[in-house]
């Protein structure tokens, strides 16, 4: 169990590196007005994505694999698992929007400005926060 857990640990690091960096790629993308630098980081975004979906798969899977497998965080008195899970969710839903968002700038359809992408970067940030909170204390 404690190979899964360590190795969950890793791809869920890895996972939000890809989702801190990935924004900040908008931020740029939102400012830039020459066609290659443009070119340039809308590259760097589809091979962020990409690379960052492949880490986020076994993450969640590791993650259900402690979850269903050893049955951390399942029984009673148990519910920061659940609050814990609800935030995977709005980190899945973040990261397919991040995909949404890409495809926009690929069409040359981003119709948002660059002070909404730097505040978009904030919120794995926080769901971050709220779950290491939610691990480490077990307030719930």
Request: charged share 15%; net charge positive; glycine share 8%.
């Amino acid at each position: 169990m404690l190979w899964v857990k360590a190795f969950h640990i890793l791809f869920v690091i890895s996972w939000f590196a890809g989702l801190f960096y990935l924004p900040r790629i908008f931020v740029n993308l939102a400012m830039e007005t020459d066609a290659a630098s443009v070119q340039r980081l809308l590259l760097m975004a589809r091979k962020l994505f990409r690379f960052m979906t492949m880490l986020a798969v076994p993450a969640v899977v590791l993650g259900l694999w402690l979850y269903l497998g050893y049955g951390i965080g399942r029984g009673t008195g148990q519910g920061w698992m659940h609050a814990k899970l609800a935030l995977v969710l709005v980190l899945i839903g973040y990261h397919h929007g991040c995909g949404v968002l890409l495809r926009k700038f690929e069409a040359g359809a981003n119709k948002r400005s660059h002070t909404f992408y730097r505040w978009f970067n904030e919120l794995p940030v926080l769901v971050l926060l709220a779950i290491v909170i939610l691990v480490v204390v077990k307030p719930f």
